[in-house]
């Protein structure tokens, strides 16, 4: 157990719709990453927070949002869904936000769009 | 720009005999190197990381791995591999320098240890 939680575990939904995943960083992290993993694409960064701000943008569609909130916890939000948004995703979590540092992930959240 | 190229998708081996999953990598400035395991409906764990100094990196499990910046290759090794090493691995790589988050994912390994 990494100590990262990330709710629901799975999720099936429509073409069109609108989803949002949540994600608990370990206790005392500040930096919150969430990733996709898909068979097309294999596992893609998709957007770094820290404390609270936006760090890094990675391979987000515009259809993705995110934000951190005050009590650390990460939303991330996927919109006018497609076929091709099917996939895991991650969220990791690490104490600062630099590249050396080690991320915990997640279990991972199991998106189906129908 | 970095890239990772994972040599095998598939290694099958037999229990208790040893493994190597192949990484190259591409960057035209300095880079940190990581390996990342995967077991069945799980998340990425950290295995070991290469940031600098010296070339061979122990990791946790029994597993090691040797940068060679000359053939800007990363691979991991264990001697001796049980069942529960089933699983898929990740080798990674990002820019030492410049701004931002950029971690590059290889497609991964998936490691099948048979009886």
């Known amino acids: 157990d990494s100590g990262v939680t990330q709710t629901p575990k799975h999720l099936i939904t429509a073409t069109g719709q609108r989803v949002t995943l949540r994600c608990s960083p370990r206790?005392?992290?500040?930096?919150v990453y969430w990733y996709q993993q898909s068979l097309d694409q294999g596992l893609q960064f998709l957007i770094q927070?820290?404390?609270?701000?936006?760090?890094a943008k990675g391979n987000i569609l515009e259809r993705f949002s995110a934000q951190q909130f005050p009590d650390l916890h990460s939303e991330l939000n996927l919109s006018s869904l497609e076929l091709g948004d099917s996939a895991l995703y991650f969220c990791?979590?690490?104490?600062?936000?630099?590249?050396?540092?080690?991320?915990?992930f997640g279990p991972g959240t199991r998106l189906t769009v129908l | 720009a970095q890239s990772v190229t994972q040599l095998d998708s598939q290694v099958p081996v037999f229990e208790e005999a040893p493994v190597e999953l192949r990484c190259n990598y591409s960057?035209?400035?300095?880079?940190?190197l990581f390996w990342y395991v995967q077991y069945p409906n799980q998340g990425l764990q950290l295995l070991l990381k290469?940031?600098?100094?010296?070339?061979l990196v122990k990791g946790i499990n029994g597993f090691e791995a040797e940068f060679n910046k000359s053939q800007t290759s990363f691979h991991l090794r264990k001697p001796s591999v049980h069942i529960s090493d089933t699983a898929e691995y990740f080798c990674?790589?990002?820019?030492?320098?410049?701004?931002?988050?950029?971690?590059?994912f290889g497609a991964g390994t998936r490691l099948f240890v048979k009886a």
């Open positions: 206790s005392g992290d500040l930096s």
């Open positions: 990674a790589v990002s820019p030492a320098l410049g701004g931002g988050f950029k971690t590059i």
């Open positions: 927070y820290y404390n609270g701000e936006e760090r």
């Open positions: 290469y940031l600098s100094g010296s070339t």
């Open positions: 960057s035209s400035v300095s880079v940190y």
């Open positions: 990791a979590s690490s104490v600062e936000q630099g590249r050396t540092d080690t991320q915990y």
